[in-house]
């Protein structure tokens, strides 16, 4: 079988001696996005202190920080709680029910109160076969709940408490089904993402178990709580490095019209992740980007990126954008076909994100534009036109070190049109001696002195382009003398 991931089918940057070690920046990107994500306010994992939207608002208690007499005493109250719940569990006259109920509502409260709940505790106490066991079918959906919630918020944990899952994840997938009331498997959704979250392990843990299909179909109506949960949980889930879990979603009937609708029609809450779900389907496997290319999801991401400013929307939509046109360059130039509207609805949002005060704008637009612009010669005219190139210019020359290089490969992809059969980079020498004129130069000198060994290397092919740039323009003024 082929790989079907896409790190074999990254285009060429400015010369082919920087392709080995730019093949994999699709497939670095995501990595990176993916540890990054957890860093921001959009973590990997996620705290559950209100609850499913279905159940009604359920207050926050307490403060986020809290003193160390107040962690003692919350520590202690939670192993208290988890021995009333075992003597709930075990009680079986009347009320039995309701008593168990009431301890794993006590339980939960303990484990929602604070940003850092005491799971140690509740573990060491031996809450996971209890909250197991109140998983069980023909319980009601206010235990269920309960106990997932409860589940939930270990999950969130440090790595080896959120491994102390392990025995729940059977329930909490099979709680998925339709069968479940829909606050019920939201709240499974919600434990399961904190689990795949977690890593490459616990991940494959799920898919061998079988989350991916039940949680694939909870994207299928709009309920908006729900999909945006089971959206989040999914992005977890698929975010590899193993392709296959990409592949097998997009797969699934009516994912990708689902997709599409919660693109075009959602708030932006739910847009946002969604959103990253195309991310790491875009990332990941070749099959889920020819089967997006092929659909309207370009025209739907360019549109959000025009239309949106919300921070947290755009990062994932513009990532998506730019895996879907970081393929190989049939690809592109089937997709952003200058001339066509959409291709200059690209270009548009492109400089938008350009102008942006936000970083992480500035850069990933940049990494897309040095895509594009490693593509045909009518795709570098299509950038070397437009508002972008004045933009790239002052970001070289002023903007922090990681954005820079990407601008370099923009700005160096520009004066090279494709290779010929002896693999040297043909020049675009009206592009080369412009971007020269207005000072691009010393930008690359810049990345030469630098000690990151890619844009060092980048810097010194530019350097290079330009001694061939003055020979050519040498040999061309010498023919001129002869005639």
């Known amino acids: ?73 919350l520590e202690a109250q939670t192993s208290s709680a988890v021995e009333d719940l075992k003597s709930a569990v075990a009680y079986q006259g009347k ?9 794993l509502r006590e339980l939960r409260r303990l484990l929602s109160k604070s940003e850092f709940p005491p799971v140690e505790a509740a573990l060491k106490a031996g809450a996971i076969p209890l909250l197991v066991q109140c998983l069980s079918f023909g319980s009601q959906d206010e235990q269920l709940l309960e106990a997932a919630w409860c589940l939930t918020n270990i999950a969130a944990g440090k790595p080896e408490e959120t491994k102390a899952l392990l025995p729940a994840l059977p329930l909490l997938i099979a709680h998925l089904g339709e069968k479940s009331s829909l606050p019920v498997a939201e709240q499974c959704a919600w434990a399961l993402g904190n689990v795949a979250g977690e890593g490459e392990e616990l991940r494959n843990v799920l898919l061998s178990q079988g989350a991916l299909p039940p949680l694939a179909r909870m994207m299928l109506p709009n309920k908006g709580s729900t999909v945006r949960t089971a959206a989040w949980a999914l992005s977890n889930l698929i975010k590899g490095p193993d392709p296959k879990a ?32 195309v991310v790491y389907l875009s990332a990941l496997s070749n099959f889920a980007t020819g089967v997006l290319v092929k659909s309207d999801a370009l025209h739907l991401l360019v549109e959000r990126l025009a239309t949106s400013n919300s921070l947290q929307l755009l990062i994932p939509v513009l990532r998506s954008l730019g895996n879907l046109v970081a393929g190989d360059s049939h690809t592109t130039s089937t997709i952003l076909v200058p001339g066509h509207a959409i291709t200059d609805g690209v270009i548009k949002v492109l400089v938008k994100c350009l102008k942006s005060e936000h970083r992480v704008l500035k850069k990933e637009a940049s990494w897309v534009l040095s895509n594009i612009a490693a593509g045909s010669v009518e795709h570098k005219q299509l950038i070397y036109s437009s508002e972008a190139v004045p933009l790239l210019l002052h970001l070289l020359s002023t903007a922090p070190f990681d954005i820079r290089k990407e601008v370099a490969y923009v700005l160096g ?38 000690a990151d060994v890619e844009a060092a290397r980048l810097g010194l092919q530019f350097m290079e382009l330009v001694d061939m740039g003055e020979l050519t323009y040498a040999a061309h003024l010498f023919s001129l003398l002869l005639i």
């Open 1 to 73: 079988m082929a790989d079907d991931s896409p790190a074999s089918h990254r285009r060429d940057p400015i010369k082919s001696s920087v392709g080995n070690v730019a093949a994999q920046r699709r497939r670095q990107n995501a990595v990176t996005v993916g540890k990054e994500r957890r860093e921001s306010l959009v973590r990997a994992k996620r705290l559950c202190r209100v609850g499913p939207s279905a159940d009604g608002e359920v207050p926050v208690e307490g403060n986020d920080m809290i003193t160390d007499e107040e962690e003692f005493h």
């Open 95 to 103: 009320g039995a029910m309701q008593k168990r109920v009431n301890a």
């Open 246 to 277: 990409a592949t097998e979603l997009i797969r699934v009937d009516g994912v990708l019209d689902a997709i599409l609708r919660h693109l075009r029609k959602s708030d932006e809450e739910l847009a946002t992740e969604v959103a990253w779900v």
């Open 413 to 450: 992809n520009l004066c090279v049109a494709p290779t010929g059969g002896d693999g040297m980079p043909n020049l675009i020498q009206e592009h080369l001696v412009s971007l020269v004129q207005r000072g691009c130069l010393s930008g690359f000198i810049d990345l030469v002195r630098s």
